[in-house]
Each structure stands twice: as structure tokens, then as C-alpha cells.
């Protein structure tokens, strides 16, 4: 499976669909793996490549709905629910909790893989998003002690004076560390490193009024 750049997974317990959904995804040369169960699904080994996966509702071992609320915590390619027992409640709360479609068996070719390829980018795009996060606090932890008391200071807007009285250092002293943080973070300005305290969830809890101007 890993000479493929991206893969659909398909959950269902109807070999006729499998065979269609499968038969569909190749001759769009979208290369699928399927599963008559969520189980087989679970203890498969899967590649880490862009995928989504291709859930039916009502399965044999456990129901689709409640396969998409147990993997919610971890990592999990964005999910394309395929149904013959289609509701409105299921439906909602799918789409709730983060589904990117709900398809209605029969479905048409065209609504699959226009769900299929939406899936499969969003995929691309949170992985591209969760690397630079990693890449981010790589770098964050490269930072010294002091640096990590100085980084939260400097985005927060205080001026070198007001950060080095909150530190008990000289300014010299805080504007080499200010220097350090910006390199070792990659942070081209000072609005960029802001960005990159805020994807960092990094707690600001100072302000320029806070210690004179």
C-alpha cells in the first residue's frame, strides 16, 4: 500500500458495495483497502499517507456512529459516511462531529468522489498543519529556560524596559535573549513570532499598560 501517495478505507459489510466502491475509487486510480467490519478496520496496519475512510452506518460488530466518536481523540483520516438507513439525527450529528458528508445509498458516483477528494485534501491539509505544529515545538524546546520566560513577554506587547523589569535583568541582557528567541524560533518579525505563540496555545497574560510605557 505504501506506493500510493493516498488511500480510501472502506467499511462495509455488503460485498456488493465494496466491490462498487472499489471498482469506482480505481477507475479514478484512488487506491482503496476494504473492510467488512470496524474490528478488521481497527487491528488493520495502515500507512501514514493521506487517507479517508468510507463508513457505513450499521455494521456487524459496532455501529458506524460509534466508530467515528472512539477514534475522535487520536488521529484519524476525515470520514465519508455511506448509508441505507439514512436519518436526519444521524445525520447531524455525523456532520457534528467533524463527518464530511453523509451519503444516502444509492448514492451517485458523482456525490462519492466529490466527498472522497474533499476528504482526502483536508487530510493533506491537517497533516501539513499538525508537521509545522511539530516542527514548532521542536523548536520551542530548544529554547533555554530564560528564553521561554522572555518569548511570552515579547509577544505580549511589552516593551524591552518593561520585560527586563519583569525579569530583573538589564534591557542589553533581554534584547540578546529577544534575539535568540526570534532565531532559534525562525520568527522572521516580531507579528510572526506572534502567530507562533498563538499556535503554540502560549498563554499571554501581560500587557504593555501593565508596567508604564
Sequence with gaps: MTEHDHIVFV??????????????????????????SAGDYIDAEKPDIPSCLVLDVELPDINGLDLQRQIAEGDHPPIVFITGHGDIPSSVSAIKQGAVDFLTKPFSDGDLMTAVRAAIAQDRQQRSQRADLELLRQRYARLTPREREVMPLVVSGLLNKQAAAKLGISEVTLQIHRRNVMQKM?????????????RLEMPVTHSRRAGGS
Design 186 to 198: 525562525a520568527a522572521a518579525s516580531l507579528a510572526d513570532l506572534v502567530r507562533i505563540a498563538e
Design 11 to 36: 467499511i462495509d459489510d455488503d460485498i456488493r458495495i465494496q466491490e462498487a466502491v472499489e471498482e469506482l475509487l480505481a477507475s479514478h486510480e484512488i487506491h482503496a483497502v476494504v473492510f467488512g
